[in-house]
T-cell receptor, first 112, second 113 residues
Framework: ELKVEQNPLFLSMQEGKNYTIYCNYS?????LYWYRQDPGKSLESLFV?????AVKQEGRLMASLDTKARLSTLHITAAVHDLSATYFC????????????FGTGTRLQVTL | NAGVTQTPKFRILKIGQSMTLQCTQDMNHNYMYWYRQDPGMGLKLIYYSVGAGITDKGEVPNGYNVSRSTTEDFPLRLELAAPSQTSVYFC????????????FGSGTQLSVL
């Protein structure tokens, strides 16, 4: 059974600081996804990582995937308040319908 | 395009009542999914479908049923609602040709009292 763990679960950081969210998973997969969720809202796709060594960047967020280590990171550079949200990683199960297993999420709070 | 549309947005049920959560997508996606999200938690897969007429159980299917008579619609039925089914329910779809990101609906917040 595929298990996905994120850490930290909660992160409070000051504006302007850098930090990394980690996503570990338990079985082989080549595809990993990062989503953002604002309170009371649906999930918004941030990144799709489709192979080992994949790196994607959008603004102050950069995501990477190491399939050998079964690890993905979401790096935040010079955080701003607008980045406050919950971030989920999701790993694709091999097999029928390519189901995604989600991590428990990292709640990010960026303070002034 | 409307994307993935869920109704209702909110609902309160009494224990033992039944209801259907509606989900429709206009992107011609074959893959559709139902997830539930408990407070402060990640999403857990309830049921999924790979095309009209084909459905299968996910991680937490007990107490739910689904059907997929058309490509567009994937309703989720709750029979005999229980407090443990209080959650936010998300429907999602995916293009099986590109197999990339899930498109999510806006969610249904359900309380069972």
């Amino acid at each position: 059974e595929l298990k996905v763990e994120q850490n930290p679960l909660f992160l409070s950081m000051q504006e302007g600081k850098n930090y990394t969210i980690y996503c570990n998973y338990s079985t082989t997969s080549d595809r990993l996804y990062w989503y953002r969720q604002d309170p009371g809202k649906s999930l918004e796709s941030l990144f799709v990582l489709l192979s080992n060594g994949a790196v994607k960047q959008e603004g102050r967020l950069m995501a990477s995937l190491d399939t050998k280590a079964r690890l993905s990171t979401l790096h935040i550079t010079a955080a701003v308040h607008d980045l406050s949200a919950t971030y989920f990683c999701a790993v694709e199960n091999t097999g029928t319908a390519s189901k995604l297993t989600f991590g428990t999420g990292t709640r990010l709070q960026v303070t002034l | 395009n409307a994307g993935v549309t869920q109704t209702p947005k909110f609902r309160i049920l009494k224990i033992g009542q039944s209801m259907t959560l509606q989900c429709t997508q206009d992107m011609n996606h074959n893959y559709m999914y139902w997830y539930r999200q408990d407070p402060g938690m990640g999403l857990k897969l309830i049921y999924y479908s790979v095309g009209a007429g084909i459905t299968d159980k996910g991680e937490v299917p007990n107490g739910y049923n689904v059907s997929r008579s058309t490509t567009e619609d994937f309703p989720l039925r709750l029979e005999l609602a229980a407090p443990s089914q209080t959650s936010v329910y998300f429907c999602a779809s995916r293009d099986d040709a590109t197999n990339e990101k899930l498109f999510f609906g806006s969610g249904t917040q359900l309380s069972v009292l």
